[in-house]
């Protein structure tokens, strides 16, 4: 996963492990940007997830060349789009963690099975701001979300963890 902070939409891709870089596309709006990549997609064709803050969850199937939102089940809350991460040993499973807005619950976390095209929020972690979201890289059932309840200041939170897919917490 890599975060972008406030991009302008532009995504840039290198083929010199970072020597050089070409803006490969400008479609993606505006706002802070995670970027997670399926590496089991072939180079040429890869899959790439952004996560768009104000603006939602997007799709290239064509290493960032175009890009399709994907915010089916997430409503309203698109906007608040926080933290993206991919299961590495099913890569059409994807976490979403959302934050909030002024007290307002509009965080938590949602998981999407058929590659973004929908998303369902997880019970069990209140719907506060979700920060940061982790995949235990030998158990992919295993998943960690780092939780406060106020992004400014935060008085409650931690670290919670599932072992099942995010069914419990």
Known sequence: TLDIPYSDGQVLKS?????SWTVIQNG???GRTILALDLNSSSDSRTIFAA????????SNDAGQTWVAKNEGLGANATYVWD?????????????????VSGEETGGIYKSVDSGD????????????VLDLAIDSDNSG?????????????????????????STW
Do not use: C, K, M
Request: no cysteine; glycine share 12%.
């Open 15 to 19: 083929n010199d492990q970072g020597a």
């Open 28 to 30: 993606l709006p505006e």
């Open 52 to 59: 768009v803050h104000r603006n939602g969850v997007y799709r």
């Open 84 to 100: 993206l991460v991919i299961d590495p040993a099913n890569t059409s499973t994807l976490y979403l963690g959302l934050n909030t």
């Open 118 to 129: 929908s998303w369902t929020l997880l019970d069990g972690v209140p719907t506060w701001d």
């Open 142 to 166: 295993t998943v960690y979300a780092g939780v406060t309840n106020s992004f400014a200041w935060s008085e409650e939170g931690g670290l919670y963890q599932t072992v099942d897919g995010g």
